[in-house]
């Protein structure tokens, strides 16, 4: 089993930075990838960023690319997310997910485990 805790969220506003951390703790060693999600009110959940845990190739959506950045500290066993430039439609609770198998960054169905997720508020 694989546990994962969010933090790091709050209140910021438009065009502000939040930075938020991913401890994972657990089984970890055979994971292959580690992911955001997010979710905001009235919507599905949708895919943010992704690592993967041999060779650390990343993968953003279009709709954070230049704006977030996934990392990974292997020593503290924790994936952070730095947002920047953030705007009001990144408002969502955000999710930190890992998984086994071939990379499939963008699929939540790929995802064995998932924290309680953490809400980021983006004020105009």
């Given at each position: ?19 938020l951390s991913c401890a994972a ?91 309680q997720g953490t809400q980021v508020?983006?004020?105009?």
């Open positions: 089993q694989v546990q994962l805790v969010e933090s790091g969220g709050g209140l910021v506003q438009a065009g502000g930075s939040l930075r703790s657990g089984r970890i060693f055979r994971l292959d990838r580690m992911g955001w999600f997010r979710q905001a009110p009235g919507k599905e959940r949708e895919f943010v960023a992704a690592v993967r845990s041999n060779g650390g190739a990343t993968y953003y959506a279009d709709s954070v690319k230049d704006r977030f950045t996934i990392s990974r500290d292997n020593a503290k066993s924790t994936v952070y997310l730095q947002m920047n430039s953030l705007k009001p439609e990144d408002t969502a609770v955000y999710y930190c997910a890992a998984g086994y198998g071939p990379f499939a960054p963008a699929a939540a169905n790929k995802y064995d485990y998932w924290g508020t983006v004020s105009s």
